[in-house]
């Protein structure tokens, strides 16, 4: 059967507003029309990256055995990925760079399972991971089977740079935020952007959007900086937004081999960060510098996780929060 684009809004997460275009597109943004317009304004850097399919995913359980949709890719900052995982295991993968800017997409849902894998009423959990580094819309969803849509946990919004985005991995089933959430299965809205810092006039109020939590992992871009003003004013605004009292998890950067001479500083900038961050009863504080190792095998340029280090990543945040109780 075919999905109208309204339909398919029900099996997709990680948006906080649609449009249709034109063409009969279906596009998802993770910002309001005023934080977009705002990033146009402040750098074309972060407007480009601000409207990406970033974190953004199709997720159902269903007896189909195949789904069909065409895509159009309107911008895209790097080779990365869709993906399809079944049950669990990524089964599919069709890189950006091998794909023209138009055309179809097909996913076997029962393909190279061996006929051993699903439940015996036939039923298959199933993810398609959109690409997080690219701006992907979507139309002429096809599924040959029942479905309804997945189920999921607390609504989280997600705050960070192109690590949150997900540039590293080159997989969007594999960014730091799709591993922890595989876990965690928060409802989230991810609003991380490549080349961001803490910067309160992004923060905008998100009508009829209130999550439950806030994960932000920021400072990596600023670590330089000679003053904290901007990150001490960072958080009465959040919670200004959000509510003072709103669960929010907030993670210190990671370790960054790009410049060992600046690792002082970085470690200066990160004991000035959690003084700020203390100050606030409702933040607990996870210290980037335990998440992944220190060693540029984790790496993709000693400063962006690769696959391997967004995996260490996401599990060892995973474990942090359930430690603290988030």
Same mark, same amino acid.
């Given at each position: &059967?075919?999905?109208?684009?309204?339909?398919?809004?029900?099996? !997709?997460?990680? %948006?906080?507003?649609?449009?249709?275009?034109?063409?009969? !597109?279906?596009?998802?943004?993770?910002?309001? $029309?005023?934080?977009?317009?705002?990033?146009?304004? %402040?750098?074309?850097?972060?407007?480009?990256?601000? &409207?990406?399919?970033?974190?953004?995913?199709?997720?159902?359980?269903?007896?189909?055995?195949?789904?069909?949709?065409?895509?159009?890719?309107?911008?895209?900052?790097?080779?990365?990925?869709?993906?399809?995982?079944?049950?669990?295991?990524?089964?599919?993968?069709?890189?950006?760079?091998?794909?023209?800017?138009?055309?179809?997409?097909?996913?076997?849902?029962?393909?190279?399972?061996?006929?051993?894998?699903?439940?015996?009423?036939?039923?298959?959990?199933?993810?398609?991971?959109?690409? $997080?580094?690219?701006?992907?819309?979507?139309?002429?969803?096809?599924?040959?089977?029942?479905?309804?849509?997945?189920?999921?946990? $607390?609504?989280?919004?997600?705050?960070?740079?192109?690590?949150?985005?997900?540039?590293?991995?080159?997989?969007?089933?594999?960014?730091?935020?799709?591993?922890?959430?595989?876990?965690?299965?928060?409802?989230?809205?991810?609003?991380?952007?490549?080349? !961001?810092?803490?910067?309160?006039?992004?923060?905008?109020? &998100?009508?009829?959007?209130?999550?439950?939590?806030? *994960?932000?992992?920021?400072?990596?871009?600023?670590?330089?900086?000679?003053? &904290?003003?901007?990150? %001490?004013?960072?958080?009465?605004?959040?919670?200004?937004?959000?509510?003072?009292?709103?669960?929010?998890? $907030?993670?210190?950067?990671?370790?960054?081999?790009?410049?060992?001479?600046?690792?002082?500083?970085?470690?200066?900038?990160?004991?000035?960060?959690?003084?700020?961050?203390?100050?606030?009863?409702?933040?607990?504080?996870?210290?980037?510098?335990?998440?992944? +190792?220190?060693?540029?095998?984790?790496?993709?340029?000693?400063?962006? +996780?690769?696959?391997?280090?967004?995996?260490?990543?996401?599990?060892?945040?995973?474990?942090? *929060?359930?430690?603290?109780?988030?």
């Amino acid at each position: &059967m075919k999905l109208s684009n309204k339909d398919v809004q029900d099996i !997709y997460f990680g %948006a906080y507003a649609f449009r249709e275009t034109e063409d009969g !597109y279906l596009q998802a943004f993770q910002y309001t $029309a005023e934080q977009m317009a705002y990033f146009k304004q %402040a750098l074309d850097f972060w407007y480009d990256r601000c &409207m990406a399919t970033t974190a953004k995913t199709i997720e159902l359980s269903t007896t189909a055995s195949t789904i069909t949709f065409d895509y159009k890719i309107l911008w895209k900052g790097s080779d990365d990925s869709f993906e399809l995982m079944v049950d669990g295991l990524i089964t599919q993968i069709f890189y950006v760079k091998e794909l023209d800017d138009e055309g179809s997409l097909s996913f076997k849902l029962a393909e190279n399972l061996d006929g051993l894998h699903g439940r015996p009423d036939g039923k298959k959990d199933v993810v398609i991971y959109l690409p $997080a580094d690219a701006t992907v819309v979507i139309k002429n969803f096809t599924i040959d089977g029942a479905y309804s849509p997945a189920a999921k946990g $607390a609504q989280v919004l997600w705050l960070g740079d192109s690590i949150t985005q997900g540039y590293g991995p080159l997989r969007s089933s594999q960014t730091y935020v799709s591993v922890a959430n595989r876990l965690l299965n928060y409802d989230i809205i991810n609003q991380g952007i490549g080349g !961001y810092v803490y910067d309160k006039k992004s923060l905008l109020k &998100m009508d009829g959007y209130q999550p439950q939590k806030l *994960i932000v992992a920021l400072g990596t871009n600023q670590y330089g900086t000679e003053s &904290m003003q901007d990150i %001490a004013e960072y958080y009465p605004r959040l919670f200004e937004l959000y509510g003072k009292d709103i669960p929010t998890l $907030a993670i210190t950067p990671l370790w960054r081999g790009d410049n060992p001479d600046g690792i002082p500083r970085l470690v200066t900038f990160c004991e000035a960060l959690k003084e700020i961050l203390s100050r606030y009863a409702n933040i607990r504080v996870v210290d980037g510098f335990t998440l992944v +190792p220190h060693l540029p095998e984790y790496f993709l340029d000693n400063l962006h +996780p690769n696959c391997l280090g967004a995996e260490v990543y996401g599990r060892n945040l995973v474990q942090k *929060i359930r430690e603290l109780g988030f």
